[in-house]
């Protein structure tokens, strides 16, 4: 698993504020409350839409671009996200 996490305390700022916003899209298409990093985009009930939709999301609201295989296959968000920020 990778070693990112939203309370690292050597996190830029920046960085901590993209992996929040993109969090919180997570959430928003998943129709959840919150996700935190450690979670699964399959565990918490995603599918091929929703993929499909975060991905578009992603791409719009933080400028970054996660593949529909990319959400299959990560384990969690952290290691989604590690190389994207």
Do not use: P
């Not at 990093?37 to 999301?57: H, P, Q, Y």
């Amino acid at each position: 698993m990778s070693g990112l996490s939203v309370d690292d305390s050597e996190m830029r700022e920046g960085q901590r504020a993209a992996i929040e916003r993109a969090l919180a899209v997570c959430a928003e298409v998943l129709d959840l409350a919150t996700v935190d990093v450690s979670d699964n985009f399959l565990d918490l009930g995603g599918d091929s839409f929703s993929a499909i939709e975060l991905s578009a999301r992603m791409s719009e609201v933080c400028g970054c671009e996660i593949l529909v295989d990319d959400l299959f296959m990560a384990d969690s968000f952290a290691s989604l996200f590690d190389s994207k920020f």
